[in-house]
């Protein structure tokens, strides 16, 4: 290789480091990763949540800032917060939250809503660490967020793109239960539902304050379900579908 052409591969390296928004210079545990979370994958096919009771049912209810809609056109993971809820009880004493390390200064748009600034992500752990954290905390059980449909492309793009496994755990909408409930509210937002609930977000567009409300409103979303005679999983997706 003559001194021009180094000379220009080496100009090219940094582009070539950003066409891959979470690659990643020094990443010798993912290895160990990837295998946590096949080994992961092997558990769920074991389990059949479907059929666990409600009232036995273990979650992880969990919500992520990021810096727009489109995984996929290079928006990125901010941050993640979760919680878990077991027997019908949210577990707010040991939560899971970190930031991820991003060189990338957020928009003024998504500093002002989410309150991440950029000196906060140059601390923050890399991606490869925080997605081994965030596994561990999950395990198997089967995840929950409100307008599931964001934080399971996010997760799926994230997984594939650093792990080079695919995201298979399950992912349920909250709106799984709550358009059997109230059927006849035109609710979105998660603001919405908590103010119909009269449930508080401590801080709102704050991934784990966003997680807990989320979780209260699944724990009340999941008592309602019981009382219409609902037992589990398997009987909410048996009637939705009969009504399709």
């Known amino acids: 290789m003559n001194m021009n052409t180094m ?6 390296i940094p582009e070539k480091l950003r066409s891959n928004s979470y690659s990643s210079l020094a990443n010798q545990n993912v290895p ?3 295998a946590f979370v096949r080994h992961l994958q092997r558990e769920m096919k074991k389990q059949d949540v ?3 009771p409600f009232a036995n049912l273990n979650v992880v209810v969990f919500d992520i800032e990021t810096t727009g809609f489109y995984p996929y056109n290079g928006d990125q993971i901010l941050s993640i917060g979760a919680v878990k809820v077991q027997k019908g009880k949210v577990i707010e004493e040991d939560p899971f939250y970190s930031l991820i390390y991003n060189e990338k200064e957020p928009s003024h748009k998504i500093q002002a809503l989410t309150r991440i600034l950029e000196k906060e992500l140059l601390k923050a752990p890399p991606i490869e660490q925080v997605l ?5 905390f999950v395990k198997s059980d089967p995840l ?9 492309s ?3 793009h994230v997984t594939w793109s650093v792990l080079k496994s695919r995201f298979e755990h399950r992912v349920i909408d909250t709106s799984f239960l709550t358009k059997i409930n109230e059927a006849k509210l035109n609710l979105i937002t998660l603001d919405d539902w908590c103010y119909h609930y009269g449930i508080r977000i401590e801080k709102r567009h704050h991934a784990l304050h966003d997680a807990i409300a989320t979780a209260n409103l699944w724990v009340e979303s999941v008592r309602l379900i019981e009382q219409k005679g609902f037992y589990c999983l398997k009987d909410v997706y048996s009637y939705l579908a009969a009504q399709r």
């Open 144 to 152: 929950i967020a409100h307008h599931a449909n964001h934080e399971r």
């Open 50 to 52: 479907l059929e666990v």
């Open 32 to 34: 160990r990763n990837v």
């Open 132 to 136: 081994n954290d965030f596994f561990q």
């Open 7 to 12: 000379m220009q591969f080496l100009r090219q």
């Open 154 to 156: 996010f997760m799926q």
